[in-house]
C-alpha cells in the first residue's frame, strides 16, 4: 500500500507540474514595426538614341551610251552622304522598295551601290566578311536589306556621329530600253 501511495503521489505530483508549466507559457509581445525605404538617383543616358540621315535623290542623268558605267560620282556636285548619329551599337541597311523601269527586276543586275565606310568596318551579307572602305555591291531584290553598316560605341553616355559617303552606279547593255528608269531605296538604322 505504501507503494501504491507513493506512485499515486507522483502521479498527481506529475499532472500538477504539467498543468502549472502549460499556463506558464510566456505570453506573446505587442507587435513592433518600423518602416525604411531605400532610394537612389540615376543620372546617365540608360537609352540608346539613334538618328539617321539620308541624301537627297540622287540622278544619274541622261545614260547615252551602250556598255558603260554610269556613276552618281561622275558629277562631281553630286556627293551623296549618309549620316548616323547614336550612342550605342547600330547597323544601317539599304533595300530597294520598288522598281520602275520597262525591265522591272532586272534593273537590279546592273543597278549597284557603293557604301564607302572610312569610319566604320563594314559587313558583306554576300559573305558575312568585314572591310574597310568601300566596294560596289549589287542588290538581290525588291525587300532584300542589305546590311552595310555597323557603327556606335557600347557606353551610351557619348554619342557618335558617323558619315558614309554613298555611290550609285547602273551599267546600261543591250536589255535596256529608252525610257525612265527609278530604283527606290529605304536606309534603315536599328540598334543592335
Known amino acids: 500500500m505504501k507503494r501504491l501511495f507513493v506512485l499515486s503521489l507522483v502521479a498527481v505530483l506529475s ?13 506573446p509581445a505587442d507587435d513592433q514595426s518600423e518602416d ?35 556613276s552618281a560620282r561622275t558629277d562631281a556636285s553630286a556627293d551623296p552622304e549618309v549620316w548616323g548619329t547614336s550612342n550605342c551599337p547600330y ?9 520602275n523601269t520597262p525591265i522591272g527586276t532586272q534593273v537590279l543586275e546592273d543597278f549597284s551601290i557603293n557604301f564607302d565606310t572610312q569610319d566604320a568596318p563594314t559587313t558583306n551579307k554576300q559573305n558575312n566578311s568585314s572591310y574597310w572602305g568601300g566596294s ?7 525587300n532584300d536589306p542589305t546590311t552595310f553598316v555597323k557603327a556606335g560605341n557600347n557606353d551610351y553616355a557619348s554619342t557618335d556621329t558617323d558619315k558614309w559617303n ?16 527609278r530604283v527606290n531605296l529605304e536606309y534603315t538604322a536599328s540598334t543592335e
Not at 91 to 99: I, L, N
Not at 166 to 181: E, G, L, R, S
Open 36 to 70: 525604411t525605404y531605400v532610394e537612389w538617383t540615376i543620372d546617365a543616358p540608360m537609352q540608346c538614341t539613334l538618328e539617321l540621315s539620308t541624301h537627297n535623290g540622287v540622278n544619274l542623268g541622261t545614260l547615252d551610251e551602250i556598255d558603260v558605267d554610269y
Open 15 to 27: 499532472v500538477g507540474l504539467l498543468s502549472v508549466g502549460a499556463f506558464a507559457q510566456p505570453t
Open 166 to 181: 554613298v555611290d550609285y552606279m547602273y551599267h546600261t547593255d543591250y536589255d535596256d530600253q529608252n525610257a525612265d528608269y
Open 91 to 99: 547597323a544601317v541597311s539599304v533595300e530597294v522598295t520598288s522598281v
Open 136 to 142: 560596289w555591291w549589287s542588290f538581290n531584290g525588291v
